[in-house]
T-cell receptor
């Protein structure tokens, strides 16, 4: 998990509330990614950013939003429009696209 | 979308035995990577094999790639209880997107 921090580790929210998950990296990586993982499943890409002030939708972007104002930071907002927000959220970074990705420890979000 | 599918979904072995897990994918790739995830944690990169490579070693890990069959295998030799984790393959299709597509994972349990 070194070099990437996610906070908080556990997050509880009421339905209808927006919530922002933090992701910070000190690896000087250009690219950052947000994934969602459901129990017993693989990772699905929500959003990714290859450079500051630019980001693209992944496979399941609906109900999520991101910003990339600083190279070190890539916060993810889970909006009330996301139908099933309860999941494990993982942030990752890489030094240029197809090279290995470094993952944070994850945030487990529970919405009731 | 999930490009890779791991087989088996779950594997239970005794300490000291070898563990083999397989990954199949659907489209041509630039490289294939294997990651490990301990329960409730982020993923850790294990090994990357490029499309023009057939075999790669790293410590007790051996990865093979058969691009004609669109498949890869990960062999862990002399397994230890600490190897208990989920293992994911991830494919990079190259091009402008620079995204990794993760498989569904193999849950490995090594009994002491």
């Amino acid at each position: 998990d070194g070099g990437i921090t996610q906070s908080p580790k556990y997050l509880f929210r009421k339905e209808g509330q927006n919530v922002t998950l933090s992701c910070e990296q000190n690896l000087n990586h250009d690219a950052m990614y947000w994934y969602r993982q459901d129990p017993g499943q693989g990772l699905r890409l929500i959003y990714y950013s290859q450079i500051v002030n630019d980001f693209q939708k992944g496979d399941i972007a609906e109900g999520y939003s991101v910003s990339r104002e600083k190279k070190e930071s890539f916060p993810l907002t889970v909006t009330s429009a996301q139908k099933n927000p309860t999941a494990f959220y993982l942030c990752a970074s890489s030094n240029g696209g197809s090279l290995e990705q470094y993952f944070g420890p994850g945030t487990r979000l529970t919405v009731t | 979308s999930q490009q890779g599918e791991e087989d088996p979904q779950a594997l239970s072995i005794q300490e000291g035995e070898n563990a083999t897990m397989n990954c199949s994918y659907k489209t041509s790739i630039n490289n294939l990577q294997w990651y490990r995830q301990n329960s409730g944690r982020g993923l850790v990169h294990l090994i990357l094999i490029r499309s023009n490579e057939r075999e790669k070693h790293s410590g007790r890990l051996r990865v093979t790639l058969d691009t004609s069959k669109k498949s890869s295998s990960l062999l862990i030799t002399a397994s230890r209880a600490a190897d208990t984790a989920s293992y994911f393959c991830a494919t990079d299709q190259g091009g402008a997107t620079n995204k990794l597509i993760f498989g569904t994972g193999t849950l490995l349990a090594v009994q002491p």
